[in-house]
């Protein structure tokens, strides 16, 4: 469990000190020449478009306790800003205490049907309280625990076959 903690904890530390650095080079004057600062900016054409065209947040949390197992519902609003329908989004949460990640999660959705172009629909992802560390149990359990999550992109799919790649 330890391992899984740390591991998801390091690589959500590399997902943001990448996205650290690269606004830090966007911010500061760069003596780079034009072709690796044309280079650097591609790099945030994909965000930007996906951010034009999905808009994730969270909204909710809760405990459920259907046949004696406790489960934590994970609400979210999902828009779609774009003028395609969108098939699926992926992204990734961080859950966060006090600027502290807690939890990491994966989350694909599919939309069976598409959802709309300038549509949106709440989401919620259900998870097994006993698969969270038993730090993000504790957290997820109180409701005193002020949860937030700060949302990763890493691609949508629309149903014309157009695909918007952030992270692999």
């Known amino acids: 469990m ?30 780079q020449p034009v072709a690796k600062q044309a280079e650097s900016q591609k790099k945030d054409v994909p965000l930007e478009r996906f951010n034009k065209s999905v808009g994730i947040r969270f909204t ?19 828009e779609n800003k774009g003028k395609n329908d969108i ?37 919620t992802v259900n998870v097994p309280l006993v698969e969270l560390p038993q730090q ?6 109180s409701k005193n625990a002020n949860i937030i999550s700060v949302n990763g992109a890493k691609n949508v799919t629309f149903t014309n076959g157009k695909r918007i790649v952030v992270a692999k």
């Open 87 to 123: 098939k699926s989004v992926h992204w990734i949460s961080s859950y966060q205490v006090n600027n502290q990640a807690v939890y990491l999660r994966d989350i694909p959705i599919n939309f069976e049907p598409s959802l709309p172009a300038g549509q949106s629909i709440k989401v």
């Open 60 to 78: 909710e949390r809760g405990l459920q306790s259907p046949n004696n197992r406790p489960v934590v519902t994970l609400t979210y609003y999902i």
């Open 2 to 31: 330890k391992l899984f903690k740390l591991i998801s904890l390091l690589g959500f530390s590399a997902f943001v000190a990448t996205n650290t650095v690269q606004a830090v080079e966007k911010t500061t004057p760069s003596k």
């Open 136 to 141: 993000a149990q504790q957290f997820f359990t």
